[in-house]
């Protein structure tokens, strides 16, 4: 079955260092999205993409960047990371013209 | 600037009870109003949509009650269930982008 998955699922790390998180989805969606969950916040967008070599920055994007370089991964990678970046992380993916998007199960991000 | 703002923060029903979640929004241009359910350790999951067209929408035991006068939107579960526990994310979106504004979360409890 097509599914979208993350990894890690568990990461911690010390302030400064760079994170990467991975995004991968099998469903050949073109548009794809990064959210924080912090409580009392809902999910708040970082970044998005309509498709490969496109990204955009969504509500909360400093200190993130995205690249994607194919239609099935868009990683999200924390260049010197914070102790405000600390939450968890999900990932989700909409087929081009549909309204449904898709998340994945999310990856709780620690940074001491 | 929050742009749904949703209520209560936490709920606590009896089975078979009626769970009631309200959502205000802003900007007059959203054209799509979904509801998210989110499990512990999981990835938020479409539940139930509506568009301005309508006023209501049902599904099962899941109804969308929708005021765009008012702008706002709510959540009627009835017969609530002890499966249904979870957190629920009010959301909008606008144009062919379907960016996702979340609201921020209620925690529904329901105690058999």
């Known amino acids: 079955d097509a599914e979208i998955t993350q990894s890690p699922r568990h990461k911690i790390t010390e302030t400064g260092r760079q994170v990467t998180l991975a995004c991968h989805q099998t469903?050949?969606?073109?548009?794809m999205f990064w959210y924080r969950q912090d409580l009392g916040h809902g999910l708040r967008l970082i970044h998005y993409?309509?498709?490969?070599?496109?990204?955009n920055k969504g509500e909360v994007s400093d200190g993130y960047s995205v690249s994607r370089s194919n239609t099935e991964d868009l990683p999200l990678t924390l260049e010197s990371a914070a102790s405000s970046q600390t939450s968890v992380y999900f990932c989700?993916?909409?087929?081009?013209?549909?309204?449904?998007?898709?998340f994945g199960p999310g990856t709780r991000l620690t940074v001491l | 600037q929050q742009q749904v703002k949703q209520s209560p923060q936490s709920l606590i029903v009896q089975k078979g009870g009626i769970s009631i979640i309200n959502c205000a929004y802003e900007?007059?241009?959203?054209?799509?109003f979904p509801w998210y359910q989110q499990f512990p350790g999981k990835g938020p999951a479409l539940l139930i949509a509506?568009?301005?067209?309508?006023s209501e929408k049902k599904e099962g035991r899941f109804t969308i009650s929708f005021n765009k006068s008012a702008k706002q939107f709510s959540l009627h579960i009835m017969d609530s269930q002890p499966g249904d526990s979870a957190t629920y994310f009010c959301?909008?979106?606008?144009?062919?982008?379907?960016?996702?504004?979340f609201g921020s979360g209620t925690q529904l409890t329901v105690l058999p």
């Open positions: 989700a993916s909409r087929e081009g013209s549909g309204d449904t998007q898709y």
């Open positions: 469903w050949n969606h073109n548009n």
């Open positions: 993409s309509y498709g490969v070599q496109d990204t």
């Open positions: 900007n007059t241009a959203f054209d799509y």
């Open positions: 509506i568009r301005p067209d309508v």
């Open positions: 959301a909008a979106s606008r144009g062919s982008a379907r960016q996702l504004t």
